[in-house]
């Protein structure tokens, strides 16, 4: 089929469009024109064919129409052209009326090559309806705004007048037919910032300011304006609208003259009302005034009202008034103002300017009110502000302190923790260290230099072991047999051994009421702390002295009882030397772990630390008070021993017959491999059979395996699952195995050894071999 054939036939399918359709080739010559078009031109199909479409419109050579065809068969873009932009073609309607119309442009393909098809569209219809509506728009805004009371002006950015409504002509007395096409300053007396006003708009769509307008008969009025920027057919309009604002002017300046003299009057009328020229010499005072004075109107006038002022604040008002006159500021002084009897009040003096119109001031309106009330309340405020500015010191003095105090037991805890921690590791190797000792004396044979080194071995184990006790006891780790101990017994019986200890040179008394009452402590370790405090007693008293012990029952609300201690019974023992005492600064440090004041090698600084964690672990608290050359008085605050701690001791079990010569299957659990060893080597040379297992996931495993234990020994710090852990699983499952934990205090929470026997650590082989029968014998029971 030839191309023309092609083309001829898209135009037989588009004839029946209501649009025109033109089709032009790549020389933009018609290939394509339908009926719609034949009809509207007045040229046939066969007219136009294979001629240029420009050459037949050559007024289409002024439009956009030409590049756009070239873009569109180039570069295949669609483009669209308005009737309001461009003279398109001359398109006659039936009637022979223009047809307004847009032509959309479009590329399109036949047989391989690029064609142009432009679709034509009658607008007319629509331009027409759309001419009507903003024609009934504008009718309804001319009607709306004719009714505005309000002048109303368009005008273009050159100021020319293009619009205005009825109330301009009534506001303005020009005719419309007058203000058209005039420069918009006809109306104004200057310019008054509409300049920068039109500068204003370029960046905002409204502003408003006030101008002198001019009215067509030459008076002069105030106008506040509105000016607001709008954009109709490419064109820029600003809408002005004018309000008249003379007689508001007016009033509120009239009205500002009138606030200024009742500001003065109000100012000025609180009670006592006086007035000066502007010289300061007075020409009136109220009845007020008189009243309170007691003196003639005469005699006050001039200068002569100064002689109200009292005679010692004369001087000070003399000089500020004098200043104020010079000024021309607020005068404004708290005096006091004598009556004729004498007596006086104090009254603030106040008195304010009147300016004239050429900026002098005219006179003078003053009051005097009586502050009397307040000047007293103000004295009183000051006294009590310095009562309670001492009595907030005071407070923050007790802050302080109480401050002090906390910061000084977190940093005990803190180093407990750290010396607790400590001692465990220390109790785990000294039971090694003790328990191989043993053995290799046992084991060892018979020879004198061999257990003399033996026992300095031993013995220096046990003075390291020693030293963890007290570690512990500050730490307040250590295991307290809490129990009812009476005072009257435990001192006097520690007597002798107390005089050995100290030397010949050291008088030791005792006073101590039989009424005193028994007290909740461990009884070992209370007799280790007295033994402790009389041997710093005897090291401060070189040349001998005295050592008195006294015991007393302590009120609750004692004045002297710790702040520490909560409220309850209490009994304090007292230790006081005659030694050479202490200053503050040792005195602050004395309770903290390893300070001493002795030489090297004769003290380790943990025997007042010890008696403080023992005081303090059984509820207690520790004071001392010491002073240079005069002595040391140290104060145990022990709780009292309630009724139920006083149970006389149930009578022990019977012995178990056999059970110290039986030899025992033991499973020994235990993390650390040389703690683990050691205690075997005791038990299998105290005769026992051990399995040893390093976890109590493993010691579960034997348990549950065909292996038979009679009794389990088990450490208790060991990670993941503890030895107490271990032991109450296992008293669940095998409720009749005895347990015995093994431990080093350091890490026991409270009560943690309830229903287990307990075997401390560093620990001989004797008390493992005790251990071991109690917990036997305590189970068959």
């Not at 005071?394 to 001692?423: C, D, F, S, Y």
């Not at 050592?547 to 302590?554: E, G, K, P």
């Not at 001791?649 to 683990?676: E, I, N």
Request: with cysteine.
């Amino acid at each position: 089929m030839s191309e023309g054939q092609s083309e001829f036939d898209v135009a037989a399918v588009v004839d029946a469009l209501d649009v025109g359709v033109i089709v032009l080739d790549e020389r933009q010559a018609v290939v394509g024109w339908n009926d719609w078009m034949a009809r509207v031109t007045g040229r046939s199909r066969s007219a136009v064919l294979g001629s240029n479409l420009i050459e037949l419109y050559p007024n289409l050579g002024g439009t956009r129409l030409p590049s756009v065809i070239t873009d569109c068969l180039q570069t295949g873009s669609s483009s669209i052209l308005t009737h309001s932009l461009n003279k398109l073609l001359p398109l006659l309607g039936d009637g022979g009326e223009e047809l307004l119309h847009n032509i959309v442009v479009r590329p399109v393909w036949a047989n391989g090559a690029p064609r142009c098809m432009l679709q034509v569209n009658d607008v007319s219809v629509a331009v027409a309806r759309e001419r009507v509506l903003r024609e009934r728009q504008n009718a309804r805004y001319h009607a709306i705004v004719d009714s505005a009371p309000d002048a109303i002006i368009t005008i273009g950015l050159d100021r020319t007048i293009q619009w205005a409504n009825g109330a301009a002509e009534q506001v303005f007395g020009y005719e419309l037919s007058e203000l058209l096409d005039q420069k918009l300053d006809v109306l104004l007396q200057h310019d008054d910032g509409l300049t920068q006003a039109f500068v204003e708009l370029q960046n905002a769509n409204s502003c408003t300011l006030q101008v002198n307008g001019r009215r067509k008969p030459g008076d002069v009025c105030q106008f506040e304006v509105s000016l607001g920027r709008w954009k109709a057919d490419e064109r820029v309009f600003i809408t002005t609208i004018w309000r008249d604002v003379t007689e508001r002017t007016n009033a509120e300046a009239a009205l500002r003259a009138s606030e200024g003299r009742h500001r003065a009057l109000l100012e000025a009328l609180p009670q006592l009302v006086w007035t000066c020229d502007q010289n300061g010499e007075c020409d009136y005072f109220n009845p007020q005034w008189q009243a309170y004075t007691g003196a003639p109107f005469s005699e006050h006038l001039g200068s002569g009202w100064l002689k109200a002022i009292h005679k010692e604040d004369t001087p000070a008002f003399t000089a500020s008034w004098k200043s104020a006159l010079a000024e021309g500021g607020v005068f404004d002084a708290d005096v006091r103002l004598c009556r004729s009897d004498g007596s006086h009040r104090w009254f603030k003096m106040r008195s304010i300017p009147v300016w004239a119109p050429d900026g002098s001031i005219s006179r003078w309106f003053g009051t005097a009110t009586d502050i009397t009330d307040h000047v007293e309340a103000r004295e009183a405020l000051r006294r009590s502000n310095e009562e309670l500015e001492a009595l907030v010191q005071e407070r923050t003095r007790e802050r302080e302190l109480a401050l002090n105090q906390l910061h000084e037991a977190q940093k005990m805890e803190t180093i407990g923790q750290l010396t607790g921690g400590v001692a465990h590791d220390f109790n785990n190797l000294l039971a090694v260290i003790l328990g191989s000792l043993s053995l290799l004396k046992k084991w060892l044979p018979d020879d004198p230099r061999t257990s003399r080194l033996l026992d300095g071995a031993l013995q220096g184990a046990e003075r390291g072991a020693t030293l963890t006790k007290r570690l512990l006891a500050f730490a307040r780790r250590q295991e307290l047999k809490l129990e009812a101990i009476e005072i009257q017994k435990l001192i006097p019986d520690m007597m002798d051994f107390l005089r050995q200890s100290l030397g010949p040179n050291i008088n030791i008394s005792i006073d101590i009421p039989p009424d005193v009452e028994p007290v909740k402590i461990d009884a070992n370790q209370l007799e280790l702390a007295l033994m402790n405090l009389a041997v710093n007693a005897r090291d401060a008293m070189p040349a001998g002295g005295a050592l008195v012990i006294t015991c007393r029952n302590a009120a609750a609300a004692a004045s002297q009882r710790p702040p520490a201690l909560p409220p309850g019974d209490y009994v304090c023992i007292s230790v006081a030397d005659t030694g050479e005492g202490m200053d503050q600064a040792t005195l602050a440090k004395a309770m903290e772990p390893f300070f001493t004041t002795k030489g090297l090698g004769k003290g380790t600084g943990l025997g007042l630390s010890m008696v403080q964690g023992l005081t303090v672990q059984s509820g207690g608290a520790l004071t001392m008070t010491s002073d240079v050359g005069k002595g040391t008085v140290v104060n145990l605050w022990l709780p009292r021993a309630r009724r139920e701690d006083m149970v006389a001791p149930a009578a022990g079990p019977p012995p178990v017959g056999g059970a110290a010569g039986k030899q025992l299957r033991v499973l020994l659990v235990d993390d650390d491999p040389l703690v683990r060893m050691n205690t075997a080597y005791l038990l299998m040379d105290l005769g026992h059979s051990v399995m040893e297992a390093q976890s109590g996931a493993q010691a579960l495993q034997l348990l549950d395996s065909d292996a038979r234990f009679d009794v389990l020994l088990t450490d208790y710090a060991m990670p993941g699952m503890t030895g107490l852990d271990l032991a109450t699983r296992v008293k669940v499952s095998k409720p009749k195995l005895p347990i015995v934990l093994a431990t080093g205090y350091a890490e026991l929470p409270p009560d943690a050894l309830l229903g287990f026997p307990r075997l401390g650590k560093p620990y001989t082989q004797e008390q493992l071999a005790e251990s071991l029968e109690a917990a036997i014998r305590e189970r068959v029971n």
